[in-house]
Structures are given as C-alpha cells and as structure tokens.
C-alpha cells in the first residue's frame, strides 16, 4: 500500500507522519490488497486563530472500485486523524464487502470444485 501524506500551511514532523502510517496500517492492512493508493492531506483551516479547524482528509484508491474519499475536522489533529482513518477503514471494508455479493449474485466468482 503506497501512502501518500502532506500538511498545508504547517510543518509535517517524524512524529505525526509515522502515527498516520501506523494508524492506516492498523485500519486497512486487512484490506491491503485491494488498496492501490492512500493520500492523506492535513491542514489547518484557520491558522494561528484557533479552534475546530484541524482537517484530515483521505483518499482511498481502490481497485476496480470508485475512491473512498472521508474528510474529519476537529479542534485536535490526532483526534481527526483517527476518526478519519477509522471510517476509512470501515468505509473501505463496506464497499468491498457490496462488491463480493454482486460479483457472488452475478456469477462472476469461479466454480466450486466438490473434488476428494
């Protein structure tokens, strides 16, 4: 899974980078084959004036499948990023979950062999 992160309008540190990493990895390894892209934008909407304007924005890049796009703003950055990348999470496993059943219901899937 190719992660992609980049802040607006503030400095990326070590840190946060790698808690971003970690919390995708924890949400969507499951589902890591299925994941082309991730891009992950972080900024700060109202800039030195305060309040709940830490923005999180991700983008899933699925294959096969449209984006899975979730964006969270909340006063506190760490707060966004793990609300984020738990829908992310959720929202990428509901949409592969839909897409198993259609290709189930439409005979898509290969046959069952019943051989010993």
Known sequence: ?????????FHLTKAL???IERRLAFALSARDEHIQRVRVRLSDINGPRGGADKCCHIQ???AHLPDVVIKDTKADLYTAIDLATDRAGRTVGRRLL???IRDRTS??????????
């Open 98 to 100: 839909r897409q198993r």
């Open 17 to 19: 980078r790698g808690y």
């Open 107 to 116: 005979g898509l899937q290969a046959p069952v062999s019943l051989a010993d």
């Open 1 to 9: 899974m190719q992660i992609d992160i980049q802040a607006r309008d």
């Open 60 to 62: 899933v890049v699925l």
